[in-house]
């Protein structure tokens, strides 16, 4: 019988944002330190001497395929809402502003799962294995974060 395991790998961006029709503090324009817990699961590798033995995957190829496709975008940047058009006539209209641009307000609810839609392709059936993208977790601030969970899949068994 396959075993599942997990492994799960944090990074950290920096970015912006602002909630435009929230009654309290968050429609003002403001700053968060995210934290992205990334959660695999997936088969052990057993291949004698290849340097991926005994793992899932790399925690450094985690790092990298992340980096690549989320949060090199995210980091340094302001998260808007396509429909805050005030701001985002604003930030546009500033050269190089770096700003993504999103289908649904910037809530860490909403962010979490447009980073684990656009993370989850990425590692399905990474270098050839199978692995699925499990669980993610945005953390907003240390005491505040949204999870996104998707059923572990188990491949087909022969």
Avoid at 53 to 63: A, Y
Avoid at 64 to 88: C, N, P
Wanted: aromatic share 8%.
């Amino acid at each position: 019988m396959t075993k599942q395991v997990s492994i799960t790998r944090r990074l950290e961006f920096d970015s912006g944002h602002r909630i435009p029709s929230h009654g309290g503090q968050c429609r003002n324009i403001h700053g968060h330190r995210y934290c992205l817990d990334l959660t695999l699961s997936g088969e052990v590798l057993h291949r004698e001497g290849a340097s991926d033995d005994g793992m899932i995957l790399d925690f450094g190829d985690i790092k990298t395929l992340a980096q690549e496709h989320l949060v090199s975008k995210w980091d340094h940047a302001f998260l808007i809402y396509r429909g805050d058009t005030a701001l985002l006539n604003f930030l546009q209209s500033m050269d190089n502003h770096k700003t993504v641009v999103l289908d649904a307000i910037p809530t860490v609810e909403n962010l979490a799962q447009v980073a684990f839609d656009i993370l989850a392709p990425v590692f399905k059936d990474c270098f050839g294995h199978h692995l699925q993208l499990t669980k993610l977790v945005l953390f907003e601030t240390p005491n505040c974060w949204a999870e996104v969970s998707a059923p572990v899949r188990l491949p087909a068994q022969d």
